[in-house]
């Protein structure tokens, strides 16, 4: 039998945090909840979540430096930030810290739990596992192979990306975005698109969220970010990535 999923909520306010385990239970999730900071920091190094809820106003240490603190360690865990603020910057900062999504309250119940599914469906954990490739005779998966463009190279199978000889670390996201892209030259994918093919969201998202992630790949990738050559916008159409 499937050992169920375990999400963390990291949540000061009682009646939110109630609401989403009530939630995650009836959709088949186990969760626990903490309520600041350094609980949470604890709380994921000693049970390792499939995925974070993380509200950004706690007390003490905030959802930011939290997401800070746990990418800047190397920790890929997936984080869905949930925020009372709706400005721009709050959702840009927690996207370049490396947030997998970002929700702002208040929020549908039946919305998040939809997100919460887009992402686990996306990363590669025991419990949530990728389609399965076919095994050789001797019972050995086969490679996936390096992909490389310009002074980029990127192992699909240990997920290292480098640039110039030089590591560059990617969030789980943005390793997904880039290699779609790199196994799809030459094509223009709209937002909309992308959305779906990437985040796995068909209805709703935020094209703005393409954008972020896309400034967020120039920004690590191109030998210019400003005039862009690999990661290009198309006009009214959205983007296109050239070898």
């Known amino acids: 039998m499937t050992r169920p999923r375990h999400i963390l909520i990291v949540e000061d306010d009682e009646a939110i945090a109630t609401a989403l385990a009530l939630n995650l239970k009836i959709e088949g999730y186990q969760s626990s909840t903490v309520t600041d ?3 949470a920091l604890a709380a994921i190094e000693e049970r390792r979540p499939c995925l974070v809820l993380l509200d950004i106003g706690l007390p003490g240490k905030n959802g930011l430096d939290v ?22 910057f709050d959702k ?8 997998d999504d970002y929700v702002t309250k208040p929020f549908a119940l039946a919305e998040l739990m939809a997100r919460v599914g887009a992402v686990l469906r ?14 050789s005779e ?18 699909q199978d240990t997920r290292d990306v480098s640039r ?7 969030t789980h996201l943005e390793f997904e975005l880039l290699t779609f892209f790199v196994r799809n030259p030459s094509r223009v994918f709209s937002r909309e698109a992308l959305l779906e093919r990437v985040w796995n969201i068909k209805y ?3 094209r703005r969220t393409v954008d972020n992630f896309v400034g967020q790949l120039r920004g690590k990738l191109e030998p210019d970010p400003e005039n862009p ?3 290009v916008t198309v006009r009214g159409s959205g983007y296109r990535f050239d070898p």
């Open 164 to 170: 110039n000889g030089e590591p560059v670390r990617l």
């Open 122 to 135: 996306r990363y590669p954990a025991v419990e949530v596992p990728a389609e399965p490739r076919e095994a």
């Open 138 to 155: 001797s019972g050995e998966l086969p490679r996936q192979g390096v992909l490389a463009f310009g002074e980029v190279s990127i192992d």
């Open 229 to 231: 050559c690999h990661f």
């Open 67 to 88: 997401l800070g603190e746990l990418r800047g360690r190397g920790d890929t865990t997936p984080v869905v930030v949930l925020s009372a603020r709706q400005e721009e």
């Open 37 to 39: 900071g350094d609980e």
């Open 92 to 99: 840009v900062a927690a996207l370049k810290l490396g947030a």
């Open 204 to 206: 709703g998202g935020s």
